[in-house]
């Protein structure tokens, strides 16, 4: 995992979180494993975790989560759900690839979640991540 991503996890207290494109679900297992309530999100089910396979069918008006991780996935259409879906004073964490067909942008991320508090935000070879907290 990043670096950044588990130095900020490791400080949030377990709560609620909701893991979207989590492919094998390597953030998912950690955070379980840390007391976490965790569900997991991908097209294709993963072999250690159970997964909801579709994205369509996850309704983001249930109850908000304490976390929302996003890790390596770009979908701009997708942003706007995960700000609503993480409840106030939660953090949203997420990281995209910045070259290619599906690139974005640290400042992409910032531009959809204005007024949240970055804890952590960066860029590593071919990939950026941020870390915000919401209002």
Same mark, same amino acid.
């Given at each position: 995992?990043?670096?950044?991503?588990?130095?900020?996890?490791?400080?949030?207290?377990?709560?609620?979180?909701?893991?979207?494109?989590?492919?094998?679900?390597?953030?998912?297992?950690?955070?379980?494993?840390?007391?976490?309530?965790?569900?997991?999100? $991908? /097209? =294709?089910?993963?072999?250690?975790?159970?997964?909801?396979?579709? @994205?369509?069918?996850?309704?983001?008006?249930?109850? &908000? !989560? $304490? /976390? =929302?991780?996003?890790?390596?996935?770009?979908?701009?259409?997708? @942003?706007?759900?995960?700000?609503?879906?993480?409840? &106030? !004073?939660?953090?949203?964490?997420?990281a995209?690839?910045?070259?290619?067909?599906?690139?974005?942008?640290?400042?992409?991320?910032?531009?959809?979640?204005?007024?949240?508090?970055?804890?952590?935000?960066g860029?590593?070879?071919?990939?950026?991540?941020?870390?915000?907290?919401?209002?």
């Amino acid at each position: 995992m990043n670096e950044a991503l588990t130095n900020v996890l490791l400080s949030l207290q377990p709560g609620v979180a909701l893991d979207l494109a989590c492919g094998s679900g390597r953030h998912s297992l950690w955070l379980r494993e840390r007391g976490w309530k965790v569900t997991a999100v $991908d /097209l =294709v089910p993963g072999p250690h975790v159970d997964v909801v396979t579709d @994205l369509e069918a996850l309704t983001f008006d249930s109850a &908000p !989560c $304490d /976390l =929302v991780i996003c890790w390596l996935y770009w979908q701009l259409s997708l @942003l706007p759900s995960i700000a609503a879906f993480v409840q &106030p !004073c939660g953090v949203a964490a997420l990281a995209g690839k910045t070259t290619g067909r599906f690139a974005t942008s640290i400042g992409a991320y910032r531009d959809a979640f204005p007024g949240w508090t970055e804890l952590s935000s960066g860029e590593e070879s071919d990939r950026c991540w941020i870390i915000l907290r919401k209002p």
